[in-house]
Each structure stands twice: as structure tokens, then as C-alpha cells.
């Protein structure tokens, strides 16, 4: 009969395993347990789910009364959450400290520095997080009441409804002598009103756990709280409204009619980011090189045009492409064949190994009119999404959506989507090395998908002048996602600008440009995530050119062994694919373009 091994005894043959391996080498193939695990995983798993704990236990219930799995809202710290997630991550920094670096494989000392970065990260951001509370405490001075009365329904602690309901009266009083001090303020910064908004929100939240806890259950409790708990919860409501309205974005820029509201981070916080994301430019230079390579697109942009019979005058030869469009109800077949053209190529010249399920079971569906108000285009990950016009839109709409959904636009921008982009990534990213997914950056998200469009450019996948066109188009616009996102986030530019530039430079429709540069600032994304898409693919070619252009790795090596490294920084990649001397201190250096060629 057949004896399961103990989990012990697994534990000490990967650890075995992993004392007895020695790196070879560069460029070469991991020990198959490296492809899942290092010395540091246990670590990183237990630090994730520590700190998951942490915001489960201290942030409030938003009860699932159709089954036993409970859901938690997603709210703002509050001083308790926000202390103990300072003193666990600290407490990590310390376990870290005590790791004998040294020791460590190249697998090892990536995921140490990558697990210290983002500790680092978090904790700079819980600072950040406490000295905007601080300021705003004397307009929310009421909520140590509703934190308190929260900390005991932790733990069900029995509650004379009488007394709470006296409680959520004075909480009542004071809330309405701190709006009344808010409301009289001529504004306040954006991140501050925002701040007391959430805040609001996040009592607005945690008092309600409170109240659904103990209401209908304990009967002096259902006697005496429900009147003044509505009252409450609607004035939180009120004062939460009356916050963001007050706020103001501290910057020189005039209203600009686009109604596009967001909030410039500013050169400073820009450069933080940067850091954080192990790119070592400033904003200015990245600017610079986001120019260089428009330059390059230009050039190009005008062969092709040249090659159309338009001559210099690329935007009638764009505009022969965008009029390309499928006639209406046949946009899924063309994303089909478009997929198929990208796959056949890719296989056809060995670049990477694609497994057969991830083939079989990549999905699609269509686009909401809503979504399609701030994606124009189509998207990708498990599934991909098709953006293009229904019914229920007007003329003019759909005209441009399916003119910005063209074959020659669409065209160099399925296999980013699909595979071997998104959802390659989506499939392998969660069966390799998944418990680096905290450490996932838009750098790799972005980076790989937009490389294979750069990778596919120079090996010809664009044939005829028209596709050239199309995959220029998408090009263009990456690098004026550079352009335009820094330029407001330094306070040069104002939406409106933004849009312009979209229409005027990279050649747009209106609409679609409207719908980019309100996606990329209304706050669902990281300030950086624009950048991304060109300054990960651009460090992801000069990687390429290091190992594959150099001889020491197949294109098929490269990309296999990149992607199963997860979603890490690319420098981190380097780092492992080259077995680069580490520090425990590591900071980010890599220059990955050269700004002389």
C-alpha cells in the first residue's frame, strides 16, 4: 500500500534540493524547482497572507446572505488597521534582515530584494496615508465613537441599545458641527478632500457592519438603534458628497471645458514611482525618449504613407486605413483570423512555446457601450474583449468605433491581447512562480504584450504599407501615452491638451482620444501605467538584444524563461537570466536605452 509522505518530509527534500543546487553559468536552464520556488517563497507567502489578515480582520463585512463565504468592504485604514499593518511590515524588514543573503540563488535574492521593495513601498505609502489623516482629523472628529463601536462587534460584545442609541446621537451632533466647519472652507486640496471622503465612506461602512450585526438579533438593540442609526448613516452620506465637492487641485491650470477631472501627482512623486517601479530616469528624460522614438515613427509613418501614393501626407494615408473597417456584425471573425495570421507566424519561426490548452481555452466576449466610453479599443486577459458599436449608440459613435476598431489597427494588437501577450501571460503567470503576483507590475503586464508588437514590426509581420500603417498607429500612440501622461502629472498640460495631442499628432478619432485620456486619469490606474506599455517593451528589447542578438539564448529559451519568471521587473528578469551579482541593498540602475543611437 501506498504512504502519502508527511508535509515535513516535502519541506526538507525542497529545501535539500535547493542547498544542494549550484548555478551554472549564465543564460542557463533553472533546476526544475526554481521554475516554482526560492529559499524566499515561504517568506513572501506568509508575508501576503499576513498582511491579508490584517486588512480582513480590521476592515468591516459586507455580508453575503445567500451563503456561508463572507465578503469584506474595501475602505480606508483606519488608525488601528493602519498601525498594525506598519508593525507587521516592519516586522518583516526584521525577518528579512536576518536572511543570510549570501547564501541565497540568483531566484532567491531577486524575490528578497523584490519582497524589501515592496515592504519599503507599502510602508512609504502608510506614512503617506497617516500624515493626510492627520490633517484632515479636526473635520472627522467624531470618529473615534464609530471606531469603537466597531472594535467590539469584533468580538459580539453585548450592547444596551439604549446606550448605543445615545452614542450615535452625540456622534450625530459632532458630525454636524464638523461639516458645518468643512462647509464654510473656501476649498481644500484634492487629495485631502478625497482623503476626507473616503474616510467618511469608509465610517459610512463600518458603521453599518456594526448596526447589520446586531440588528433583528439582539431585541433592546432593534428597539432602540434603527431611527438614529438612518439618521447617522445619512448624514455620513451628506458630509461624504460635501467633501469632494470642495476640492480643489492645487495647480496653475486653468478649467480646461474637457470635464475630465484628476489630480497631477507632481515631479516629485513621479520620480518616487519611478523608482519604485526599478526605472532609473527621471520624467523629463523619459519625455525625451518618448519624443526619439515619435521621431522614428514619423519616419517610418512616411514610407509607408509614400508607399500608399499619399506622399507626406501620412493622415490621408491613415485615414484610407481607419475607412478599412469590416462591414457591421463581422468584427469577432476578424479578431479570429487576425489571431490566427499572429499565431502561424510566431510558431512558424519557433519564437516561444505555446501550450496547447492555452490555445483551446482563451475566450471572448463583447464590449458594453459603457466600458467602450473609456476604452475605445479592445482588451485582453483571460478573455479578450471586443470593443464595437451596438444599437443603442448614436451615428457618429459608431462610425468611430468601428474606424478605431479597423483590420490594420486591430491587426498588431490581437496577439498583444491574446497570445502570446495577456492572455498567455494570464495563463502562465498563475502556474509559475504565483505567489509573486504581489509584486506584479504594469512595466512586465504592459511591457511584454507591447514588446511582441515591437518584436513582430522587425521581423516583418506588417507586409503591406497599410499594416505598417496600422502598427505604426498603435506605436505613435504609446509613445504619446509617455508624452502626454508625464506632461500632466508635471503640471505642463491640462486634459484638454491631452486629447488634442491624441487627435493631432497620433491621429485619433475625437471620441477615442476623449475615452484614453479619461481612463488614464480618473484614478482606476497607477500614474504610471501609460508609461508602461512603450518603457517595458523598449527594456524588454534591449534584454533581448543582450541574450538572444548575443547568441547566448534562442528566442524560444528567452521568451520561455521570461515568462515563467511572472510579472517582475524587468530589471529583475536580467538579473536572473544573467545571474547578475546582487546586494540585500540593491537599488535600480539599469539604463536600458541609449539615447546617442
Same mark, same amino acid.
Given at each position: ?186 476649498? @481644500? !486640496?484634492?487629495? %485631502?478632500? /478625497?482623503?476626507?471622503?473616503? #474616510?467618511?465612506?469608509?465610517? +459610512? ?26 439618521? @447617522? !448613516?445619512?448624514? %455620513?452620506? /451628506?458630509?461624504?458628497?460635501? #467633501?469632494?465637492?470642495?476640492? +480643489? ?42 519624443? +526619439? ?305
Amino acid at each position: 500500500m501506498f504512504t502519502t509522505p508527511s508535509k515535513g518530509y516535502f519541506t526538507l527534500l525542497i529545501t535539500f534540493s535547493l542547498t544542494i543546487y549550484a548555478f551554472k553559468g549564465k543564460a542557463q536552464t533553472p533546476n526544475i524547482l526554481y521554475e516554482q520556488t526560492s529559499e524566499t517563497a515561504g517568506l513572501i507567502t506568509r508575508y501576503g497572507q499576513d498582511i491579508s489578515a490584517i486588512k480582513d480582520f480590521y476592515s468591516p463585512y459586507n455580508v453575503n446572505e445567500h451563503a456561508e463565504y463572507q465578503y469584506k468592504m474595501d475602505v480606508l485604514n483606519s488608525p488601528e488597521q493602519r498601525k498594525r499593518l506598519t508593525e507587521v511590515n516592519n516586522d518583516y524588514l526584521k525577518q528579512l534582515d536576518k536572511t543570510e543573503f549570501s547564501a541565497l540563488s540568483i531566484y532567491g535574492k531577486v524575490d528578497y530584494i523584490l519582497l524589501k521593495k515592496k515592504i519599503n513601498f507599502e510602508l512609504l505609502g502608510l506614512k503617506k496615508e497617516d500624515e493626510q489623516y492627520k490633517q484632515i482629523t479636526k473635520y472627522i472628529s467624531f470618529a473615534d465613537g464609530i471606531y469603537a463601536l466597531e472594535q467590539k462587534r469584533r468580538r459580539g460584545t453585548y450592547l444596551e441599545g439604549e446606550k448605543v442609541a445615545d452614542e450615535l446621537n452625540t456622534i450625530l451632533k459632532e458630525l454636524k458641527t464638523d461639516s458645518s466647519t468643512y462647509h464654510n472652507l473656501q476649498g @481644500l !486640496d484634492m487629495p %485631502l478632500a /478625497k482623503m476626507t471622503r473616503d #474616510a467618511l465612506l469608509g465610517l +459610512k461602512g463600518r458603521l453599518k457592519d456594526f448596526y447589520n450585526f446586531y440588528n433583528t438579533y439582539d431585541p433592546n438593540f432593534t428597539w432602540w438603534v434603527p431611527e438614529p442609526y438612518k439618521v @447617522l !448613516d445619512k448624514a %455620513l452620506q /451628506k458630509y461624504s458628497d460635501l #467633501a469632494i465637492s470642495k476640492g +480643489k487641485i492645487n495647480t496653475t491650470q486653468k478649467a480646461d471645458g474637457s470635464g475630465i477631472k484628476g489630480v497631477p501627482i507632481g515631479r516629485q512623486e513621479l520620480i518616487n514611482q519611478l523608482q519604485a517601479e526599478m526605472i532609473p530616469y527621471t520624467p523629463e528624460e523619459l519625455i525625451k525618449l518618448a519624443n +526619439k522614438e515619435f521621431a522614428w515613427c514619423d519616419k517610418e509613418m512616411l514610407k509607408a504613407s509614400q508607399e500608399m501614393g499619399f506622399g507626406n501626407d501620412w493622415k490621408k494615408a491613415l485615414e484610407k486605413v481607419k475607412n478599412s473597417y469590416v462591414p457591421v456584425g463581422h468584427q469577432p471573425a476578424l479578431i479570429v483570423k487576425l489571431y490566427n495570421d499572429a499565431i502561424s507566424f510566431i510558431k512558424e519561426r519557433d519564437l516561444i512555446t505555446i501550450p496547447p490548452l492555452a490555445e483551446e481555452t482563451w475566450g471572448m466576449v463583447m464590449m458594453s457601450p459603457e466600458r467602450q466610453l473609456v476604452n475605445p479599443f479592445f482588451t485582453g486577459g483571460k478573455e479578450i474583449s471586443i470593443s464595437y458599436p451596438t444599437n443603442t449608440m448614436q451615428l457618429q459613435d459608431r462610425l468611430m468605433s468601428m474606424r478605431g476598431n479597423n483590420p490594420y489597427f486591430s491587426r498588431g494588437t490581437v496577439q498583444h491581447e491574446l497570445i502570446p501577450g495577456h492572455n498567455l501571460q494570464y495563463f502562465m503567470n498563475s502556474r509559475y512562480k504565483s505567489y509573486r503576483q504581489d509584486f506584479t507590475t504594469p512595466f512586465a503586464i504592459e511591457g511584454w504584450a507591447l514588446y511582441w508588437e515591437l518584436l513582430l514590426y522587425d521581423k516583418g509581420f506588417a507586409k503591406t504599407p497599410e499594416e505598417r500603417v496600422g502598427m505604426l498607429f498603435w506605436r505613435m500612440h504609446r509613445c504619446a501615452r509617455i508624452i502626454f501622461s508625464l506632461n500632466y502629472h508635471l503640471g505642463n498640460w491640462t486634459p484638454q491638451q491631452c486629447i488634442d495631442f491624441l487627435v493631432d499628432r497620433v491621429g485619433h478619432e475625437r471620441a477615442n482620444a476623449e475615452g484614453e485620456v479619461r481612463r488614464s486619469f480618473k484614478g482606476d490606474y497607477s500614474p504610471l501605467y501609460q508609461v508602461a506599455y512603450l518603457l517595458g517593451g523598449l527594456q524588454l528589447m534591449e534584454l533581448k538584444k543582450e541574450m538572444v542578438d548575443s547568441g547566448k539564448m534562442t528566442y524560444k529559451q528567452f521568451h520561455d524563461a521570461a515568462i515563467k519568471e511572472n510579472l517582475i521587473p524587468v530589471e529583475m528578469l536580467r538579473a536572473t537570466l544573467t545571474n547578475q551579482p546582487l546586494s540585500k541593498d540593491f537599488t535600480t540602475s539599469w539604463k536600458f536605452y541609449d539615447f546617442n543611437k
